[in-house]
C-alpha cells in the first residue's frame, strides 16, 4: 500500500483475528478499514449451499459491497468456487455477459498468453466460450497491451472437423464474429505463443493450469537436481540467473491474481498460498484493472457481436 498512496483498501472479516495482524511498521492504517464479517466458507464446503446456510461470510460482504458501489474492486485468496458464487450471486454482469470467465496469464515463449476460462464455468455453451475470446481479447488490450489479440480455440487436433460438440459449435461462431481468430490449437501450442488468447470451458481451463504450475515446479527442481544442487548450479551464475527468471515467470505470488471476467466492477482472485508479496501485488492488478477502462470495451465488444449475428441470422432467414 505504501507504493499505492491513493488507494484504501477494506478488510472483510473477523476483527479480533485481523487487528494483531495490521501492527505493522509503516502500515498506512489511515486508509485501511475492518468491516465486520463473522463467517467464511470452508475448504470442502459447497460454496453455493455455504453462502445459503452462512449469510455473513467476508466473500458474501465483499460482494454486495462491491454491487453497491462502497468499493471498486475485490481481491481474494479465498475459495476459488465462492469468489465465483458469491460474485454470481450479488454481484451485476457486465451487460450482455451471459457467464463469467477466469482469465490467467501464462508465460508463452514470446511473451504472454491468456487462457480463459479456468474455472468459473464447467458446464460451457458456445456462446460462453465467444464472450469468453471477446472479454480476453478486451483485456489483452486493455491490460497486456496487445493491439490485436490473436484467438484460438483450444481442441484436440487444428483441423477444422476436430474437437468434442462445444468446440465444433464454437468454432463457427469464432469465425464469424470478426475476431482475429487463427483456429484450433492443441495443448502444446499454448505455451509456444501462437495466440494471445486460448479459449476453452473451465474444467479443461482449470485443469491445464494446475498442470501447468505442477509442471513448472518440477521442472525447476529437477534441473536443479541434475546439475548436482544449489551449490554446484551457483558456480554457473549465467545458469543460475536463467533459472530464477523462468521461475519468477511461472510464480504465481508476481502475477498477483486472475481477473474473473465479466463482473461490473473488479474481481481478482489469488492463489491460496498467496504471501503478502501476492496479495500486494493483486491490489496493484486490480487496480490497474479498475482504471483500464477494460469493462466498458468488453461491453462494447459483446454488444457488437450479438448484434452482428442478429443480422446474420436475420438476413439468413430472409434469404434462405
Known amino acids: 500500500m505504501t507504493r499505492q498512496p491513493d488507494v484504501t483498501v477494506d478488510l472483510f472479516g473477523i476483527e479480533d483475528q485481523i487487528r494483531p495482524l495490521l501492527d505493522v511498521p509503516d502500515l498506512p492504517a489511515d486508509r485501511i478499514t475492518i468491516r465486520p464479517a463473522s463467517q467464511r466458507i470452508e475448504m470442502g464446503e459447497s460454496p453455493v449451499e455455504a453462502l445459503r446456510r452462512k449469510p455473513d461470510t467476508s466473500i458474501q460482504r465483499c460482494a454486495e459491497a462491491l454491487a453497491r458501489r462502497e468499493v471498486d474492486a475485490i481481491v481474494s485468496a479465498g475459495d476459488t468456487g465462492g469468489v465465483v458464487a458469491a460474485s454470481t450471486l450479488f454481484c451485476r454482469r457486465l451487460r450482455g455477459v451471459k457467464r463469467h470467465g477466469i482469465a490467467v496469464a501464462l508465460p508463452t515463449m514470446t511473451g504472454r498468453a491468456v487462457l480463459c476460462d479456468v474455472g468459473a464455468n464447467i458446464h460451457s455453451k458456445p456462446i460462453h466460450l465467444l464472450q469468453y475470446a471477446i472479454m480476453a481479447s478486451c483485456y489483452?488490450?486493455?491490460?497486456?497491451?496487445?493491439?490485436?489479440?490473436r484467438v484460438g480455440l483450444l481442441s484436440i487436433g487444428e483441423e477444422e472437423g476436430k474437437g468434442n460438440d462445444l468446440v465444433k459449435g464454437s468454432r463457427g461462431l469464432f469465425s464469424r464474429a470478426g475476431l482475429n481468430f487463427v483456429g484450433n490449437l492443441e495443448g502444446q501450442a499454448?505455451?509456444?505463443?501462437?495466440?494471445?488468447?486460448?479459449?476453452?470451458?473451465?474444467?479443461?481451463?482449470?485443469?491445464?493450469?494446475?498442470?501447468?504450475?505442477?509442471?513448472?515446479?518440477?521442472?525447476?527442481?529437477l534441473i536443479l537436481a541434475k546439475s548436482g544442487g544449489a551449490e554446484s548450479a551457483a558456480e554457473n551464475r549465467g545458469a543460475m540467473v536463467g533459472l530464477k527468471a523462468v521461475k519468477d515467470m511461472l510464480d504465481y505470488s508476481s502475477t498477483g491474481g486472475a481477473p474473473l471476467l465479466g463482473v461490473e466492477g473488479s474481481v481478482t482472485i489469488c492463489h491460496g498460498r498467496s504471501n503478502a508479496t501476492a496479495i500486494s501485488n493483486a491490489i496493484r492488478v486490480a487496480t490497474d484493472f479498475t482504471r483500464s477502462g477494460v469493462n466498458d470495451l468488453i461491453v462494447e465488444g459483446v454488444a457488437r457481436v450479438g448484434m452482428a449475428a442478429r443480422v446474420a441470422e436475420f438476413f439468413h432467414r430472409d434469404h434462405a
Do not use: M, T, Y
Request: net charge negative; glycine share 12%; hydrophobic share 50%.
Open 190 to 221: 499454448i505455451f509456444h505463443g501462437l495466440a494471445d488468447i486460448i479459449v476453452c470451458d473451465g474444467f479443461v481451463g482449470n485443469v491445464i493450469l494446475k498442470v501447468a504450475e505442477g509442471l513448472s515446479e518440477a521442472l525447476f527442481h
Open 140 to 149: 489483452a488490450q486493455k491490460i497486456l497491451g496487445v493491439e490485436n489479440p
